[in-house]
């Protein structure tokens, strides 16, 4: 077995008696966006500290509460990462999808991610929701570099379409039934944690990036290798530097977060019980 794999099992080993159900849907919160788990969105049945499992990384992010919530969402189970690490915390890519692969191994077939963006395409205001349909990892490392784990799936996995149709498909028909406007584009994940030069978000913009964040490509990488389906709603919570005059702040992030949460919880969890009701699970 290899080490990763290793740690992954003795990791899901130390909480597995404290699972209450299998969940279906796993749903990583953001930057910001971590209320949805207080909000009452989700109906709580059993919390786990980031910190009470066997080798598990802890997030330092600011807006990063740390542990799992496992809950409903309508009669939907879910587990829910409130707060997620990060690879500019100094944790390996492979420890940052480690979570990810715990959630797929608690039984999840859907990974819901979210998270806050530096808005790239012209016309993007602060606020905004942009559903993901693609992304660009290629500036960062791949977590799935080092030995494959053939438990977990494939060496060459296709990354054809990782965002997945349907989901895609609900989440629009979603945000329609609300009277809600949603952006769809490409999210570029970075490393961080300096947000970037004007520069190089020209760059990002020239290579078809709309938003930009320092998150999510490499969880749905790992996720899209395990076969799950995946979606993503990021919430653009800045225009992304050079846009602007006006300096970029993780304060700025939080707050905006924080500002769209209501409307952003209606969102997921209005997509979360439809993916129940168009039978994707
Ligand atoms: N750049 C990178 N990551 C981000 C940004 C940004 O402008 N906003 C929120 N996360």
Known sequence: MSEVYDKLVRAYDSIKGKIPFEPEVALV???????FADSGAIKVETIIDYKDIVGFPVSTAPGHKGRFVFG?????KVVCMQGRVHHYEGYSMQDVVMPTRLMKMMGTKVLFLTNASGGVKRGMKPGTLMM???????????????????ELGVRFPDMSH?????????????????????????????????????????????MGAD????????????????????????????????????????????E????????FTVLVSESIKNFKKENIF
């Open 256 to 263: 905006t977060g924080k500002r769209v949460s209501a409307e």
């Open 132 to 150: 993901i349909r693609d992304h660009i990892s290629c500036f960062i490392d791949s977590p799935l570099i080092g030995e494959n784990i053939p």
């Open 162 to 206: 990782v965002y997945d149709e349907d989901l895609q498909h609900i989440i629009r028909k979603s945000a329609a039934f609300l009277d809600m406007n949603i952006e769809e584009g490409v999210y570029l994940q970075l490393k961080g944690p300096n947000y970037e030069t004007p520069a190089e978000i020209a760059m990002c913009r020239l």
């Open 29 to 35: 919160l953001g930057s910001g966006l971590g209320d």
């Open 72 to 76: 409903t969402v309508g009669d939907v």
């Open 211 to 254: 938003a930009v964040g320092m998150s999510t490509a490499c969880e749905a990488q790992a996720a899209n290798h395990m076969g799950m389906k995946i979606c993503c709603i990021s919430c653009i919570t800045n225009l992304a530097a050079g846009i602007s005059s006006a300096p970029l702040s993780e304060e700025e992030v939080i």
